[in-house]
């Protein structure tokens, strides 16, 4: 579904800034948007049992009328972007993998163990059941360094 | 306890959780948010028939965003689940929502995170609006009145616009 969206939401600018070369105005900066929360975990494609609501978490450098056009592309693949999404609070370590390299936009997914991380620190309830399922799955080396340096009590998610 | 050890609780207690997971209740409830777009969730088929909103609520104690988006549901879109008899703590927060001042925590969730639904759930994507009534005087009346006529608009519009323009400033 993400990827169909940043195709468009690419092929949109491109667009507009070919009609605004011709009509002698700023072209719409390259951007980068990065996808956090459940929507990268389900692009993810995990071994996981995700479930996912339709709102988008992202942090992003667009400018206001990529932001319009991405919302109204994602509504029409019925999600919605947070607003606010951006203030989601991501390990600052966060690595991210490349989702999509446009001619304008790029688009790039938080990786699966920092997005647990984030979740197991500021919504454990919430989020119980996904981590459990996470370190069952074999939760890489990383997730269990970070838990410590964030001081996430892991053992009440397995109890 | 060591890495290790952790990995093999969670895997035992993942045995129980997914043989829960197989339950009726789990399959059908998440199986109709999905057909109703409100989840999305890769290993569970849509499901179009009734869903009780008790059988939402065993659901809810494995995938916790169901509570999250019933009290939206049920003051926005009631028919998404049959419901016979709805727990006095899920009435409230719903009456609440409709007449816009939710402020009372369901099961945990602050007031705000469950209203932001309000906007996402119904087919509508706008707010039923809420009735609201004021004392004006006689002059600030006739301004209202003067203003909707000129602007072949209602007076309920002229004073949104005078607030967002307040709001601006």
């Known amino acids: 579904m993400l990827m169909t969206v940043f195709t468009d939401l690419d092929k949109w ?11 002698g105005m700023l ?56 607003p606010v999404g951006h203030e989601a609070w991501m ?26 991380i984030s979740k197991a620190k500021k919504a454990p309830t919430k989020n119980d059941l996904l981590i459990s399922e996470y370190i069952a799955s ?22 | 306890m060591t890495n290790q050890e952790l990995i093999k609780k969670a895997q035992k207690k993942m045995i129980r959780i997914k043989k829960q997971r197989r339950d009726l209740r789990y399959i059908k409830t998440l199986g109709k948010l999905r057909r109703e777009g409100l989840l999305d969730v890769r290993d569970v088929a849509e499901y179009r028939c009734h869903v009780f909103l008790n059988e939402a609520l065993w659901a809810a104690k494995l995938e916790p965003r169901i509570l999250e988006l019933l009290p939206a549901l049920l003051a926005r879109r009631p028919k998404v689940f049959v419901c016979l008899d709805v727990p006095q703590e899920l009435e409230l927060v719903v ?42 005087s006689t002059a600030a009346i006739a ?10 608009t209602s007076q309920s519009a002229i004073i949104q616009q005078a607030l967002s323009a307040l709001v601006r400033d």
């Open chain 1, 91 to 116: 390990p600052k370590e966060t690595e991210y993998l490349e989702y999509f390299i446009g001619d304008w936009v790029r688009a790039y997914l938080a990786k699966p163990e920092y997005i647990m």
């Open chain 1, 27 to 82: 072209m719409i900066a390259k951007c980068e948007i990065r996808v956090l929360g459940q929507t990268a975990l389900l692009e993810a494609k995990l071994d996981l049992h995700v479930a996912s609501t339709m709102d988008v978490d992202v942090y992003a450098n667009y400018e206001y009328a990529v932001k319009k056009r991405f919302e109204e592309l994602l509504n029409a693949a019925g999600k919605q972007l947070d």
């Open chain 1, 138 to 159: 074999g939760a890489c080396e990383r997730f269990f360094e970070l838990a410590k340096k964030y001081q996430i009590d892991l053992e009440s998610f397995v109890k």
């Open chain 2, 95 to 136: 009456r609440e929502l409709r007449v816009g001042r939710a402020k009372t925590p369901y099961q945990g969730i602050p007031a705000q995170n469950y209203e932001r639904w309000m906007d996402l759930v119904g087919h509508n994507k706008l707010r039923p609006k809420i009735m609201r009534s004021f004392r004006l």
């Open chain 2, 143 to 152: 301004i209202l009145e003067t203003l909707a006529k000129n602007q072949n």
């Open chain 1, 13 to 23: 600018v491109d667009n507009e800034n070919r009609e605004r070369v011709e009509a």
